[in-house]
């Protein structure tokens, strides 16, 4: 990093395959679900706009910003920071990388439960094996990307399919009053908050990602950006599509959270083979993202080697009895304070062009940590819009940076 390296590598012709790719994660593939089982139907469906709007918004916003050579995020830390303040805020990405891949390793230890019913900790404990051998030996092919998006896309198109072919509209729909007639249920008080709360996670969350970072740059040199939009119009729709998914799961019967939806699902396919690939796919999938997630966690290291994040393996121990710690949706509510004190420090950092000390990473500590306090008595899409509120203000207020070099290349 301080060789001006980039956080991830040039990438190759596809950018938009590339960051579907990416975020084939929790985000997309699990937290939708938590949605829908905790307030219903309609926050859901304003999760997925959130997620539309804020790939639309970062791309406006990289779109009138960014010029046809703009650096990498790495070089872009490199040039705007003190050392101080540049190592702080590599702190921070380090540690928002980290729960990626927690989260990541969570959705595979989902998997295998559902799988072969065994408990959680046995089952992430698997998982982080099977992701030592991705990330150590990498056996992926050159067109990985295209081939496990497209099987990814044709898998859920053909689930639901499936699903509404072998069962009924009518039947799913009175499996849903019968069992859970919440889940469509709208308290219309809450949606605005929770889309408004949903937008300012997701766009905190892209708006420092290096991929995302330099997929755009890569669509701006070629002065083309339809198929972000596209990127965005796919992604918003696989929340949907794993909505209707567990709708059709609840009609099978006895329910209690996202495990459950999988359980049922694999019971509900019948077949072993068809089952088996099904989990195998989902496997790859969330052991793909976590090798790319892992390979961004060690460049934000000085020394650049592939080497695989073993602290994972000591939060096994604490999932027993831990509800928050296998929770999606309060990981989501959790980390997203972080994410939206990102938002307006990182809006900063695109337009300045002097450097920038400790108190842009002080910033968000503080930011975050008010929201944080804030959770002691409010709820968390309260501690959010906190976090987001003095994030905003702390990136106005004029600070002089105390140290006026620039990091040193040697």
Known sequence: MKNVNPLFPTMGSQPSILMLSRWLSPF??????????????LHNFVYSIALFLAVFF????????????????????FQHFTTDGYDLT????????????????????????????????????????LAIFMVQFKPGAPHRHHVKVGLFLLTITGLLVYIFMTKS???????????????LYVDGKSVGMFFIVSFLILCGKL???????QALVKLRSRQSYRSPYMVAFVWSSI???????????????????????????????????????????????????FEMETRIFNRYRENDQNRFPYGLFLLVPFMYGTSWLHDFLTLFFLFGIVYAAFLPAFIKLLWTKSTLSIHFPLTI????????????????????????????YLSLVKFEPTEKESISNT
């Open 28 to 41: 997309i593939l699990f937290i939708p679900i938590a949605i829908s089982l905790r307030h219903g139907f």
């Open 365 to 392: 500590i503080f930011s975050s940590g008010i929201g944080y306090l804030s959770l002691l008595r409010l709820q968390f899409e309260i501690g959010v819009l906190i976090a987001f509120g003095l994030s905003v």
């Open 239 to 289: 929340g949907i599509a794993f909505a209707a998914i567990t709708y059709a799961m609840v009609y099978i019967g006895f329910f209690h959270g996202i495990v459950t939806v999988f359980e049922n699902l694999f019971s509900f396919l019948n077949q072993e083979f068809i089952y088996m690939t099904l989990a195998i796919l989902f496997i790859y999938i969330l052991l793909d993202t």
């Open 90 to 129: 590599v702190a921070l990405l380090r540690l928002l990388s980290f729960f990626q891949l927690y989260l990541l390793a969570l959705g595979g230890a989902y998997i295998l439960h559902a799988l072969f019913l065994i408990s959680m900790q046995v089952s992430m404990f698997i998982f982080l094996l």
């Open 207 to 213: 708006i420092i990602d290096p991929i995302t970072w």
């Open 169 to 183: 509209l009518e039947q799913v729909y009175n499996g849903v009053r019968l069992y859970h007639p919440y889940l």
């Open 58 to 77: 970062i791309t406006v916003v990289f779109r009138n910003r960014f010029g046809k050579m703009e650096p990498t995020l790495g070089e872009k830390l």
